[in-house]
C-alpha cells in the first residue's frame, strides 16, 4: 500500500490565492522530504529539499518566498504555493524516505495538479 | 550535475511484444530506480537497482554501474503498460535525478 500520502490530489484556484498542499509518510518517519515540479509531457524537476526542524534547501531557480516549505513533524511536509499564477499550474509531487542510508528507495506520493486560474 | 538520458523517447508497441528501454547516466551513483508514470501522475516505483539484475512479473532490470547504465525490459506487453517510464538516479545527497522519459504506447 503507500506509503506516502499527499493532499488534495487535485486543486483549482484564482490567482493572486495560496494553496498548501500537503505530504505525510504513512507509517515511517522521514526526517527529509523532497517536492517535485512536473509540466506537461516533461520530467521532475527537484524544487527543494524539506528537513524536519530547520529551513529548506531550495534548488537553483526556485524561489523560496513563492514556494513555502514546513517540515513541522517527522511525518509532514506541506509546500505553500503563496500568490499563485497561471504560470505556477503544474503537477507537484513529494517524496520521503524510511532510510538511514542510501539503501532503500524513495517513495512518491500521488500528486497535486494544481490549476490557477 | 549528473546528466541522465533515456532512450528511446517514444516507443509504440503491439500487444504481446517485447523491448528494452535504457537509461544512460554520466557519473558513480548510489541509488538507480525506475518507476512506471501512469495516465492520472501516479509515479510506481518498478525497481530500486543500484546493481545487478532484478524481475518482477514481465518486467525486469539491469544496471550495470561501471558502465553507467540501466536496463528495463517489458515482456509480453500489455495495453496497461502504457504510460511514461522513469529512470532516475541518486548521487550522495538523497536528490533524485531524473531522465526525460520514454513514453510507451502499447496498442490491443
Known amino acids: 500500500g503507500a506509503v506516502v500520502s499527499q493532499h488534495p490530489s487535485r486543486v483549482i484556484c484564482k490567482s493572486g490565492t495560496s494553496v498548501k498542499i500537503e505530504c505525510r509518510s504513512l507509517?515511517?518517519?522521514?526526517?527529509?522530504m523532497f517536492w517535485y515540479r512536473q509540466f506537461p509531457k516533461q520530467s521532475l524537476m527537484l524544487m527543494a529539499t524539506?528537513?524536519?526542524?530547520?529551513?529548506?534547501?531550495?534548488e537553483q531557480g526556485v524561489e523560496k518566498d513563492k514556494f513555502l516549505i514546513n517540515h513541522a513533524s517527522l511525518t509532514l511536509s506541506t509546500l505553500t504555493v503563496t500568490s499563485a499564477h497561471p504560470e505556477d499550474s503544474s503537477f507537484y509531487i513529494c517524496?520521503?524516505?524510511?532510510?538511514?542510508?542510501?539503501?532503500?528507495?524513495?517513495?512518491f506520493g500521488n500528486g497535486t495538479r494544481l490549476t490557477v486560474t | 550535475g549528473i546528466q541522465v538520458e533515456q532512450s528511446p523517447p517514444d516507443l509504440i508497441l503491439q500487444e504481446g511484444a517485447n523491448s528494452t528501454l535504457r537509461c544512460n547516466f554520466s557519473d558513480s551513483v548510489n541509488n538507480l530506480q525506475w518507476f512506471h508514470q501512469n495516465p492520472w501522475g501516479q509515479l510506481i516505483n518498478l525497481f530500486y537497482i543500484p546493481s545487478g539484475t532484478k524481475q518482477n512479473g514481465r518486467l525486469s532490470a539491469t544496471t550495470v554501474a561501471t558502465e553507467r547504465y540501466s536496463l528495463l525490459y517489458i515482456s509480453s506487453s500489455q495495453t496497461t503498460d502504457s504510460g511514461v517510464y522513469f529512470c532516475?538516479?541518486?548521487?550522495?545527497?538523497?536528490?533524485?535525478?531524473f531522465g526525460a522519459g520514454t513514453t510507451v504506447t502499447v496498442r490491443a
Open positions: 532516475a538516479v541518486e548521487q550522495d545527497d538523497y536528490k533524485l535525478s
Open positions: 517524496s520521503a524516505s524510511r532510510r538511514s542510508s542510501y539503501n532503500s528507495p524513495l517513495h
Open positions: 507509517d515511517f518517519q522521514a526526517t527529509t
Open positions: 524539506s528537513n524536519e526542524g530547520s529551513k529548506a534547501t531550495y
